[in-house]
């Protein structure tokens, strides 16, 4: 809960601030980790809209199709995986689906 006040405090004082996608992408986590995987996905899908060029922009497509996936939403999870593959190819989030799928 300190950790989620935290993050937004600094994102109500800093909402602009070159850090901000990371303090949206650590909110998610933590809703996450609380047992609230919907804010979580709330959370993930806002920093997509709020900052689709930030650098944790792959690792949030990650995060919201493993999420997706745990709550039953496969078409959703293969919408944000695949966006993950195709718009960042070179991620190491994209590399790691790559060799999950791979089976290494």
Request: proline share 6%; hydrophobic share 40%.
């Amino acid at each position: 809960p300190e950790a989620l006040t935290a993050f937004e405090e600094f994102l109500a004082r800093y909402p602009e601030h070159p850090h901000a996608d990371n303090a949206m992408y650590w909110r998610g986590e933590c809703f996450l980790r609380g047992g609230d995987a919907r804010r979580a996905i709330s959370e993930w899908e806002g920093l997509l809209a709020r900052f689709p060029l930030g650098n944790k922009v792959p690792d949030a497509l990650l995060k919201l199709s493993l999420t997706h996936r745990r709550l039953g939403d496969i078409a959703a999870a293969e919408r944000a995986v695949t966006r993950l593959l195709q718009e960042h190819p070179d991620s190491d989030a994209a590399r790691r689906v790559r060799a999950e799928r791979q089976g290494t």
